[in-house]
């Protein structure tokens, strides 16, 4: 536990169910969640199957038991399961296979694809899948809006040099934090701070976005999920 707190800055409710993991796990979890999660008024249209991103656009859509979903990953999953989704199938926890999944499972001269995502979100993903042929309903089901400060506990914890890891779950909620260390003029102090990414590109954009300033270390989990990147917990230095 040498290595100090661990700062969690996934968005509320993911946040604190993380924080119970790694509170768990033996470590001190401080909570400083970057983005701000709201869901936005969903109307389900005419589709052939829903694509799920998150586990938040899970939580924001209405419950169609009998449509088809399609998950980014098992958590995402199992999200929609818990919400009454009937007929869910995951793919392996990135953007890219689950269009793979999709362009494998369905077909692109039926109905179109419904993509549940939060505003600003899954641009790419909706390109691919439209690159397989398939017409693609892109809707916001959430808003993902940045906090406002940092917690003031967060600060003078991150300030005295208590902090010695930092988790990202997301290239957005990696920025979105740094720009509240800078705000508060500690960016400095990530030198002492290793970076725990749930995937290689968020670590790259953590790296990217604290420059000039740079992390004690950055590493990534093997696979993009929680249980993966918790995972680092034992092995970081």
Do not use: K
Request: proline residues 8%.
């Amino acid at each position: 536990m040498s290595r100090g707190a661990i700062l969690i800055t996934r968005p509320e409710p993911g946040g604190a169910e993380t924080a119970a993991r790694v509170a768990a796990l033996g470590f001190t979890p401080l909570l400083a969640p970057a983005l701000v999660l709201a869901p936005r008024h969903f109307v389900m249209p005419p589709a052939q199957a829903l694509l799920l991103t998150s586990r938040a656009a899970a939580r924001s859509v209405p419950v169609n038991p009998t449509l088809p979903v399609f998950a980014v990953g098992e958590a995402t999953a199992a999200e929609a399961r818990g919400r009454g989704f009937a007929n869910v199938t995951a793919a392996a926890g990135t953007a890219s296979e689950l269009a793979r999944l999709a362009a494998a499972r369905l077909d692109p001269a039926g109905l179109p694809l419904l993509l549940a995502v939060g505003q600003g979100y899954a641009l790419d993903l909706a390109a691919e899948l439209r690159g397989h042929g398939f017409r693609v309903i892109r809707r916001i089901a959430y808003a993902a809006e940045p906090a406002g400060s940092l917690p003031p506990e967060v600060a003078a914890a991150w300030s005295a040099g208590r902090i010695g890891t930092v988790l990202f779950h997301s290239p957005r909620s990696a920025l979105c934090a740094i720009n509240l260390l800078r705000a508060a003029g500690l960016a400095a102090g990530a030198r002492r701070v290793e970076v725990l990414a749930i995937s290689r590109r968020v670590g790259e954009a953590a790296a990217a976005a604290i420059s000039p300033e740079q992390w004690r270390s950055v590493r990534h989990a093997p696979r993009p999920d929680e249980e993966a990147l918790l995972g680092l917990l034992d092995r970081s230095d």
